[in-house]
């Protein structure tokens, strides 16, 4: 089960963490990613690690202002926004796959992933 938190309402140029915990799974074997969906547009890709090796892959429009990172002894990942626009207002998810072994696989769309979070709110206010 993925839990998602730290969502909530900032302005643009603001930095903002969300987080994903894991209960009840053991992340090494897995692909963890966040997907955000805004109002009114699909579910997209944001950002994935590899638990084993520590890969990490993002999507343009977040690249050098997002970063994702995982913390083995807490069994969580971090997004870290900075420079948050309001295009980046979304609910965030948190999504996990069992790894693959293709150790800097790229897989960024919603049906690559199996398990999923509720769900984050982030708003950036202009």
């Known amino acids: 089960r993925l839990v998602e938190s730290g969502g909530g309402l900032v302005q643009a140029g603001d930095s903002l963490s969300v987080s994903c915990a894991a209960s009840g799974q053991i992340l090494s074997s897995y692909i963890m990613a966040w997907f955000r969906q805004a109002p009114g547009k699909e579910r997209e890709f944001v950002a994935s690690v590899h638990w084993r090796n520590n890969v990490k892959h993002y999507a343009d429009s977040v690249k050098g202002r997002f970063t994702i990172y995982r913390d083995a002894a807490l069994n969580t990942i971090e997004l870290q926004m900075r420079s948050l626009r309001p295009e980046d207002t979304a609910v965030y998810y948190c999504?996990?796959?069992?790894?693959?072994?293709?150790?800097?696989?790229?897989?960024?769309?919603?049906?690559?992933?199996?398990?999923w979070g509720q769900g984050t709110r982030v708003t950036v206010s202009s």
């Open positions: 999504a996990a796959r069992t790894d693959s072994a293709y150790p800097r696989a790229l897989y960024t769309a919603e049906n690559d992933y199996v398990f």
